[in-house]
């Protein structure tokens, strides 16, 4: 009994400091610009104010940049499912020379830094023309090795008896991935979307080197320009970042019955 509450105890505090700071940005968007930087900080705001949100929708163009961000994400995280699953299922269910050794060089670029190949990156959308356009901040998101990963586990989990009996009824490899493995696997795929859509959202150093021109800016790009060279607004900044949160928020929110079904299913199984 000690012990559990012991574990609730830690937990609880785990929790607190989890959402300290979300509650501290809430707090700062709600807050006057003099009363940001008053000591002893003030949690809870004396005088609340929603006049930052109006603000920082007229500093710049918030709803441009929030339709590219949407725009990107969006496309990132479809095109993501559909290649990760397709080569995942390639690696799972489908007999080829070196197969395996394949995998395992696959999963051995994971190790590369992403600061490694960004400069080479940056070179192949120069010479593709793709600067400052959404090309840039869409194709190289489409491939991903975790995401292999992670679907080919799920893959693994399910019964090859479903497959040999879909053979048996005259089907082929693309009709049992996309009528068999696929829809079996939704827990798993709403997964690895949370985590797509998540990275591609907040995504800032990739659009901040291939975007020069602001009509294809993200929203992390257009807060950056809230930020001064001498001073910074941070009740907009922080109401920004309050907009900025609430699509991921709705996304989790939407696929979160599928996610622990999702991690359970896509275990390490050999």
């Given at each position: 009994m000690f012990k559990k509450g012991l574990l609730y105890i830690v937990l609880i505090l785990g929790a607190i400091a989890m959402l300290l700071p979300f509650l501290w940005m809430i707090s700062t968007s709600l807050k006057n610009q003099g009363a940001t930087m008053v000591f002893p900080p003030q949690f809870f705001p004396d005088h609340?104010?929603?006049?930052?949100?109006?603000?920082?929708?007229?500093?710049f163009p918030m709803l441009h940049f929030l339709g590219n961000s949407l725009l990107v994400a969006i496309l990132t995280t479809f095109g993501q499912l559909l290649l990760s699953s397709m080569a995942a299922y390639a690696f799972a269910r489908m007999q080829f020379w070196g197969r395996d050794k394949l995998f395992l060089f696959y999963l051995a670029t994971m190790m590369v830094p992403a600061q490694v190949t960004m400069i080479p990156q940056f070179i192949l959308m120069k010479n593709f023309g793709w600067l400052d356009t959404y090309q840039a901040l869409i194709v190289p998101g489409l491939f991903g090795v975790f995401g292999t990963f992670l679907l080919r586990q799920a893959f693994?989990?399910?019964p090859k008896e479903l497959e040999e009996a879909a053979f048996m009824d005259g089907a082929n490899h693309f009709?049992?991935?996309?009528?068999?493995?696929?829809?079996?696997?939704?827990?798993t795929l709403a997964t690895l979307g949370?985590?797509?859509f998540m990275q591609s959202?907040?995504?800032?150093l990739w659009p901040l080197i291939v975007i020069n021109d602001k009509s294809f800016a993200t929203l992390p790009l257009g807060l950056s320009l809230l930020q001064g060279r001498w001073e910074t607004n941070w009740n907009m900044m922080m109401a920004g970042v309050?907009?900025?949160?609430?699509?991921?928020?709705?996304?989790y929110l939407f696929a979160q019955k599928y996610f622990i079904q999702g991690m359970t299913m896509s275990g390490m199984k050999e």
């Open positions: 609340a104010t929603f006049q930052n949100y109006k603000d920082v929708t007229g500093a693994l989990s399910i009709s049992i991935f996309w009528r068999v493995i696929m829809p079996l696997s939704k827990p949370i985590f797509s959202w907040n995504n800032y309050v907009i900025s949160v609430l699509p991921i928020l709705a996304v």
